[in-house]
């Protein structure tokens, strides 16, 4: 198993930028795929960005391409998500998770607690 801590999340005006941060435990952190998932007051958990094991493939939702970018860091366990032009509605719960199933659709197994992040107009 993975355990997944994330961080960086804060307050911020729209433009600005934010760099989260999702800290991983155990051995075997870069055969996961990883993601970045959020979640808005009344709605549905939404997709955010993916990377695979090696960080040689990324994609994005549509909402966030262009200003989101996912990264990672396999030596330090740990993936990133930088987010810059944040808008208004970026405003959300952000969650990493970890897949390890290797098939899609994704399962994600492991997930997060969450880190907020708002944006301010």
């Known amino acids: 198993q993975v355990q997944l801590v994330e961080s960086g999340g804060g307050l911020v005006q729209a433009g600005d930028s934010l760099r989260l941060s999702c800290a991983a435990s155990?051995?075997?952190?870069?055969?996961?795929?990883m993601g970045w998932f959020r979640q808005a007051p009344g709605k549905e958990r939404e997709f955010v960005a993916g990377?695979?094991?090696?960080?040689?493939?990324?994609r994005y939702a549509d909402s966030v391409k262009g200003r989101f970018t996912i990264s990672r860091d396999n030596a330090k366990n740990t993936v990133y998500l930088q987010m810059n032009n944040l808008k208004p509605e970026d405003t959300a719960v952000y969650y990493c998770?970890?897949?390890?199933?290797?098939?899609?659709?994704?399962?994600?197994?492991?997930w997060g607690q969450g880190t907020q992040v708002t944006v301010s107009s």
């Open positions: 998770a970890a897949d390890e199933s290797f098939i899609v659709p994704l399962k994600y197994e492991y």
């Open positions: 155990g051995r075997t952190f870069s055969r996961y795929h």
């Open positions: 990377i695979g094991w090696s960080g040689g493939r990324t």
